[in-house]
Structures are given as C-alpha cells and as structure tokens.
Nanobody, 122 residues
Framework: QVQVVESGGGLVQAGGSLRLSCAAS????????MGWYRQVPGKERELVAR???????NYADSVKGRFTMSRDNAKNTVYLQMNRLEPEDTAVYYC????????????????WGQGTQVTVSS
C-alpha cells in the first residue's frame, strides 16, 4: 500500500506564491515518476509538472517559468513552488506517484493523493 499526501494549498492574490508539498510513503520499492496535476470542475485533469527518476523535469507550457518542481529523494517528497500565480491557476492540485512496490516489483502503478485546493484571486 502506498500513501500520497499533499499539503500547502490555500488562497493567494494574483502575483503571489505558494509552495505545495507531496509526501509518499508505504511499501514503495522504486519510484519512476512523481507528478503534479490539476483539475477544475468540468474539465479533465491536466499535467502541471513531473519529475522523472533521473531528475529531469517537464512542465506544462502554461506554467513554464513560473512553477518549479523539486524533490527530496530521501523523504520521497516533491515540491511545487508556484510563483506569479494567476487566477487561471485556480484548481485542485493532485500529486501522483508512479512506482513499483515490494508486493509487485515488476509492475508500475499510479497512486494519487487526495488533492489540495489552490485559489488565486484577481
């Protein structure tokens, strides 16, 4: 079993900053990818940023230059530093981890957190 817990959401004015955290725990054997997604009502969940096992990061075009994803391997934790926030960034932000577990070494599964609300006021 893998647990994923996000924190750090909240209400901020446009132009402000927030930092999200995501901690993964449980029977993790090997992490392949950790990613941040967001979703607004009526729309599909979209990828915001992800970090691969080798350390490479990918960002959605809409957040490039404003958001930075980082990780602490020892803690199985990733962060999303969000700067120059815009009202369009308002969404529920979810963390996802693609990993193998000690019970299934050959299979990669995705585990989701419960989400954290980010609201940017204009």
């Amino acid at each position: 079993q893998v647990q994923v817990v996000e924190s750090g959401g909240g209400l901020v004015q446009a132009g402000g900053s927030l930092r999200l955290s995501c901690a993964a725990s449980g029977s993790i054997f090997s992490i392949v990818v950790m990613g941040w997604y967001r979703q607004v009502p009526g729309k599909e969940r979209e990828l915001v940023a992800r970090i691969l096992s080798g350390g490479r990061t990918n960002y959605a075009d809409s957040v490039k230059g404003r958001f930075t994803m980082s990780r602490d391997n020892a803690k199985n934790t990733v962060y999303l530093q969000m700067n120059r926030l815009e009202p369009e960034d308002t969404a529920v932000y979810y963390c996802a981890i693609d990993c193998t577990t000690s019970q299934a070494l050959a299979n990669v599964y995705r585990y989701w957190g419960q989400g954290t609300q980010v609201t940017v006021s204009s």
